[in-house]
């Protein structure tokens, strides 16, 4: 991102407009970071409601069931992207996760707690976030 001009200006001081594909992690962090740099961002994202690529929740009608087909949770280590996250929680569109992380055996069916699979929130561990369900 260094080669990036500061004032999100090109050599001739015109605007410069980027199109993101992709909503998941990954398009989210590029898009917030050019916006931070005064590009224009358009976000192109498949999603049939919301775009979050494999952060994105799904919902059924039947029982208001949910399903996480990607990623349940990211863990925000570095400060920069921590940051992105913390703004993704004020603007409404993820939630800090509090769901049990951990093992399940195929054959016996026990569960074995992976806290530091997760990681605090403190310490520079990280914390986790996720597309909220409602």
Known sequence: MAALAADGGDAHGGE????VVGGGVSGLFCASTLSAYGYN???F????TTPGGRMTTRRTSWKSLQFDHGCQFVRAVSAEFRAVVDSWVDAGVATPWGGRVGELCAT????????ELAGSGE????GGARQPAG
């Open 16 to 19: 410069r407009r980027v199109a």
């Open 41 to 43: 961002v358009s976000l």
């Open 45 to 48: 994202d498949m999603g049939k």
């Open 108 to 115: 016996t069916g026990k569960f074995t707690p992976r806290e």
């Open 123 to 126: 310490g520079g561990s990280g």
